[in-house]
């Protein structure tokens, strides 16, 4: 069975760091890609950071220069160190891992961890 393993949210205030973990197991397909998106109260999920097996990153405007993903590609782990964060950064924020068996894509999905930046 699939499990996405989500670790390090937590409370911040505005300015403070906070670095989030994810370790998926049970994939038997080559994992593509990991990354994080986040939902805040009453929006839409949307995507934070992806990291590509190849290294390649992706990161949604608003967190740029503030987040960094990284990862393990063997050990199917990816992390986001989070800087400077804003009240605006409240929000579940879940991990996610792609795989695929031959043209077949997989999702999937943790269960969230919250982060609450307040002063």
């Known amino acids: 069975q699939v499990h996405l393993a989500e670790s390090g949210g937590g409370l911040v205030q505005p300015g403070g760091s906070l670095n989030l973990s994810c370790a998926a197991s049970?994939?038997?397909?080559?994992?593509?890609?990991m990354g994080w998106y986040r939902q805040a109260p009453g929006k839409r999920r949307r995507l934070v950071a992806i990291l590509a097996r190849d290294g390649v990153t992706h990161y949604e405007d608003s967190v740029k220069g503030r987040f960094t993903i990284s990862g393990d590609n063997a050990k199917d782990t990816v992390h986001l160190e989070m800087n400077d964060l804003k009240p605006e950064d409240t929000a579940v924020y879940y991990c996610?891992?792609?795989?695929?068996?031959?043209?077949?894509?997989?999702?999937?999905w943790g269960q969230g961890t919250q982060v609450t930046v307040s002063s």
């Open positions: 996610t891992a792609t795989a695929y068996r031959d043209t077949e894509r997989f999702d999937y």
């Open positions: 049970g994939i038997i397909f080559e994992v593509s890609g």
